[in-house]
């Protein structure tokens, strides 16, 4: 291939991919829904874990904006007993990668302004994740023993998601994680006392 035709060649892909998540995300529902875009790259494991655990309890206020089945499908995940704590970090993940995607960087901000990001608070108001799902605690999204997750960027494509795990305590030896960062970047806090 000549030089110049493979960088087009990926403009165009780009161009078209974002177009169809586009469509999906404000298109209204219909009979026929594509299936959501699976994550490219596998996330790095560093605990596996299968641990049956409660789901918070909590009653979803009714939802003012229809959600596309799949996106819906993928959100059901985290609130399946027959998942794991670690298949839920790759669930979150896949979210993530889906606002990756779609507008070409990573939501940025704490737990709670990346879950409003993905609920709908961005550029073109798209409803990534169900703002009515029952994993949303106090606007933040939360592992399945209620602890909200620890979300730090580690490079432009990649979010380290972390569950505080069992104890409900971050940075501790029971913690589940995808993506970590590097060691040095200066992201764990300081040992505690």
Known sequence: MLPMKKPLLILV????????????????DHEFAPSTPKARHKPERTTASTVSVP?????????????????????DRLVEKTQTPLNDLET???????????????????????????TGSNPIKGVLFPPDSPMIIKGQIVDRWGTPYWLHPNSGARLEIRSAGPDKDLFTGDDLMINPSPSGLGVTPAQRL
Not at 13 to 28: D, G, M, Y
């Open 92 to 118: 979150l993940g896949e979210f993530v990668d889906l606002y990756r995607k779609a507008f070409s960087q990573l939501p940025v901000g704490c737990n709670e302004d990346i879950t409003a990001i993905l």
């Open 13 to 28: 892909l780009v161009a078209v991919a974002a177009a169809t998540l586009t469509w999906l995300l404000t298109a209204p």
């Open 55 to 75: 789901i918070p309890a909590r009653t979803p206020p009714p939802s003012s904006r229809a959600i596309d089945p799949e996106i819906q499908k993928l959100a």
